[in-house]
C-alpha cells in the first residue's frame, strides 16, 4: 500500500502502455480497445474525443480505474492501477482522482454543502473540517450563496459547479469529466468549460475529458482523437485546423 500512497510529484499523471479491453457478447468477443498508448502530463487539460462507439468512454474508464483493462498497464503517478485490489483502488480513487459526470450524480436528499463534504468524510476528514472545506470549494465555483440548497432547487449548470466542487474535495491530482456539458446548454457549457479551465490554471489539476463538444477544443491543451478502439491521431490546440464559433450575441 505505501507505493499506492506516496505523495511525489510525478511528470506524468496518467500513462497507459497497451491498453486492451474485450468484452464477451454471447459467442462474441467485442475488442473495444486495441492497444491504446498515450501519456498525459501533469498539470495538462486534455479532450479525448471520437465518434460514438469509439472507444472514448472505454478509455476514459480505464483511466479512472472504473474498469480494468483486459490486457496492458494504467499508471496513475507511476503506480500501475491495472494491478491494485479492490481496497487499493478505492483508495487511490478517493484520494487521487475527482470526477464529474454529465447526469451530475449528486445524492437528492443532500444539500450542495453535504453532497460536496461527503468525499472528505469518507476518506476521514471530521465532519467539520470537511464542511469548512466545502464551503470555500462551493465559493471557489460561485455557489457560496447556495450551499444549503438541494440538487431541485439548483439549475442544471448549479448541479454540474457543485459537481465540479465535490470533484476538488480531497485535492485530487487528475479530475476526470465525462460529457460534463452534455446535459447543459450552450450558454451554461460554455461557463463549465470556462470554469473548468480556470480550476485546472488555479488549482494545477490535470483535468481529463471525455467529450463530443467542440467548445472543448478551446480550452484543451491537446485533444486525444480516438476512432475504433485506436489512437488516431493526438494534436496541440495551436496545430487545430478547426474554428470554434462563438455564441450568438457574443463578440468574436
Same mark, same amino acid.
Given at each position: ?7 511525489? %510529484?510525478? &511528470? ?9 479491453? +474485450?468484452?464477451? @457478447? ?5 475488442? %473495444?480497445?486495441?492497444? /491504446? ?24 474508464? @480505464? ?7 483486459? +490486457?496492458?498497464?494504467?499508471?496513475? !503517478? ?31 436528499? @443532500? ?22 472545506? *466545502? *464551503? ?20 442544471? =449548470? ?8 465535490? %470533484? ?5 491530482? /487528475?479530475?476526470?469529466? !465525462?460529457?460534463?456539458? =452534455? ?7 460554455? &461557463? ?30 491537446? /485533444?486525444?482523437?480516438?476512432? !475504433? ?8 490546440? !495551436? ?14
Amino acid at each position: 500500500m505505501a507505493e499506492v500512497a506516496t505523495g511525489l %510529484a510525478h &511528470e506524468y499523471a496518467v500513462k497507459t502502455l497497451n491498453v486492451v479491453k +474485450e468484452y464477451e @457478447m454471447g459467442k462474441q468477443t467485442l475488442r %473495444a480497445l486495441k492497444g /491504446i498508448d498515450v501519456e498525459i502530463r501533469s498539470g495538462e487539460y486534455i479532450s479525448i474525443m471520437g465518434p460514438s462507439g469509439s472507444g472514448k468512454s472505454t478509455l476514459f474508464n @480505464m483511466i479512472g480505474g472504473l474498469d480494468k483493462p483486459t +490486457e496492458g498497464k494504467v499508471y496513475i !503517478d507511476e503506480v500501475d492501477i491495472s494491478g491494485l485490489d479492490a481496497y487499493e483502488l478505492a483508495w487511490l480513487r478517493c484520494r487521487k482522482i475527482g470526477y464529474i459526470f454529465q447526469t451530475f450524480n449528486l445524492i437528492p436528499v @443532500m444539500t450542495a454543502l453535504e453532497n460536496c463534504t461527503l468525499p472528505m468524510i469518507f476518506a476521514g476528514m471530521t465532519t467539520q473540517d470537511a464542511m469548512d472545506k *466545502a *464551503a470555500g470549494l462551493l465559493a471557489l465555483v460561485g455557489l457560496g450563496d447556495r450551499i444549503r440548497h438541494k440538487p431541485l432547487e439548483l439549475s442544471g =449548470g448549479q448541479q454540474q459547479r457543485v459537481a465540479c466542487a465535490r %470533484a476538488l474535495a480531497n485535492d485530487p491530482a /487528475i479530475i476526470l469529466a !465525462d460529457e460534463p456539458t =452534455g446535459n447543459l446548454d450552450l450558454k451554461t457549457g460554455k &461557463e463549465i468549460i470556462e470554469l473548468l479551465r480556470r480550476l485546472n490554471k488555479e488549482k494545477g489539476v490535470t483535468i481529463i475529458s471525455a467529450t463530443h463538444d467542440l467548445k472543448m477544443l478551446d480550452v484543451s491543451d491537446r /485533444i486525444i482523437w480516438i476512432r !475504433d478502439g485506436m489512437v488516431d491521431k493526438i494534436e496541440r490546440r !495551436d496545430e487545430l485546423d478547426i474554428e470554434v464559433g462563438t455564441l450568438e450575441g457574443e463578440e468574436a
